[in-house]
């Protein structure tokens, strides 16, 4: 696989090799001595992912790629920090990734946990989970006050909050955006059937 330089092109390597996973024919590329060895000195993934931790969201086995092609940023619920912002920058600016996935799921915990303490039913003690939960709660409440109370509704509605925050607060990935070198594409992951959905886009990935 050459390595694709265009935002139109870096999505459409990771919509084929979502497809090939959902298949069951994955081609695992890139995953080999030689590979390993090529990059040794230095890496140029095409893409980041900033998605949820969730054990089931593999990155590079959900799209098919290898070493060195995504450049990956997790956390439960993928909720925006500093360290994430500045990680996402770092792909983008120093990386020169060509497109940003930020990528949920159906039946997040994490949302679910955001959901529960909006009732008051929040199980999980630890205190820095409530960390988590905080960040997800301005969306819950704008989707409960909006009438919408299915866990996938205020997933989708996360995705979207989530990529504003980003264009938002990162000068870095706005212009990148404006310059046509980068796309920022928000999707839903379907747990059983392996599937990416996308949600949607800013700036051009066709
Ligand atoms: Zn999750």
């Given at each position: 696989?050459?390595?694709?330089?265009?935002?139109?092109?870096?999505?459409?390597?990771?919509?084929?090799?979502?497809?090939?996973?959902?298949?069951?024919?994955?081609a695992?590329?890139?995953?080999?001595?030689?590979?390993?060895?090529?990059?040794?000195?230095?890496?140029?993934p095409?893409a980041?992912?900033?998605?949820?931790?969730?054990?089931?969201?593999?990155?590079?086995?959900i799209?098919?790629?290898?070493?060195?092609?995504?450049?990956v940023?997790?956390?439960?619920?993928q909720v925006?920090?500093?360290?994430?912002?500045?990680?996402?920058e770092?792909?983008?600016e120093?990386?020169?990734?060509s497109v940003?996935?930020v990528?949920g799921?159906?039946?997040?915990?994490?949302?679910?946990?955001?959901?529960?303490s909006?009732?008051?039913?929040?199980?999980?003690?630890?205190?820095?989970?409530?960390?988590i939960v905080?960040?997800?709660?301005?969306?819950?409440?704008?989707?409960f006050?909006?009438?919408?109370?299915?866990?996938?509704?205020?997933?989708?509605?996360?995705?979207?909050?989530?990529?504003?925050?980003?264009?938002?607060?990162?000068?870095?990935?706005?212009?990148?955006?404006?310059?046509?070198?980068?796309?920022?594409?928000?999707?839903?992951?379907?747990?059983?059937?392996?599937?990416?959905?996308?949600?949607?886009?800013?700036?051009?990935?066709?």
């Amino acid at each position: 696989m050459t390595r694709p330089n265009t935002p139109a092109q870096a999505w459409s390597a990771l919509v084929d090799g979502n497809h090939r996973f959902v298949e069951g024919s994955p081609a695992h590329p890139n995953q080999d001595v030689d590979r390993r060895a090529a990059l040794a000195g230095a890496q140029i993934p095409f893409a980041a992912l900033f998605g949820c931790a969730d054990s089931r969201l593999s990155a590079e086995i959900i799209f098919d790629v290898g070493l060195g092609d995504l450049f990956v940023v997790r956390n439960a619920g993928q909720v925006i920090a500093e360290t994430i912002l500045g990680s996402l920058e770092y792909a983008v600016e120093v990386l020169g990734v060509s497109v940003i996935v930020v990528l949920g799921h159906d039946e997040c915990g994490a949302i679910r946990a955001a959901m529960d303490s909006s009732i008051g039913k929040l199980r999980a003690k630890g205190e820095f989970i409530q960390n988590i939960v905080a960040r997800i709660q301005p969306t819950v409440t704008t989707a409960f006050a909006n009438g919408k109370h299915h866990i996938d509704e205020v997933t989708e509605l996360h995705i979207h909050d989530t990529i504003d925050e980003i264009m938002t607060r990162s000068k870095v990935i706005r212009e990148a955006v404006e310059t046509g070198k980068l796309g920022v594409v928000g999707a839903n992951y379907k747990l059983a059937l392996g599937e990416i959905h996308p949600i949607t886009t800013v700036g051009s990935v066709e």
